[in-house]
Nanobody
Framework: QVQVVESGGGLVQSGGSLRLSCTAS????????MGWYRQAPGQSRDLVAR???????NYADSMKGRFTISRDGAKNTVYLQMNSLKPEDTAVYYC???????????????WGQGTQVTVSS
């Protein structure tokens, strides 16, 4: 059993900043990577950023360097610092964790419930 929980969403004006947090907990042997995805109404769920257990990061080009992902491995927690927010960033932001629950098992992707980010103009 694995739980992934996000927090930190809210309402912000265009140009403002938010910091999202996500923690994975439960029967976790290891996590190969964690990431953030977002989904606006009527649209697909798209990558925002990911970070591996080795510290490698990957960002969607559309973020244009405005977002930064970081990780606290000891806490199984990732953060997403979002700066220069735009109305087009409005979406539900979901946290993903690739989790191994036993030494012989494969890695499975677990998802959080999402946190709403709304950017007003």
């Amino acid at each position: 059993q694995v739980q992934v929980v996000e927090s930190g969403g809210g309402l912000v004006q265009s140009g403002g900043s938010l910091r999202l947090s996500c923690t994975a907990s439960g029967s976790i042997v290891s996590i190969s990577g964690m990431g953030w995805y977002r989904q606006a109404p009527g649209q697909s769920r798209d990558l925002v950023a990911r970070i591996t257990n080795g510290g490698n990061t990957n960002y969607a080009d559309s973020m244009k360097g405005r977002f930064t992902i970081s990780r606290d491995g000891a806490k199984n927690t990732v953060y997403l610092q979002m700066n220069s927010l735009k109305p087009e960033d409005t979406a539900v932001y979901y946290c993903n964790a690739a989790v191994q629950i036993s030494s012989s098992s494969r890695f499975i992707n677990y998802w959080g419930q999402g946190t709403q980010v709304t950017v007003s103009s």
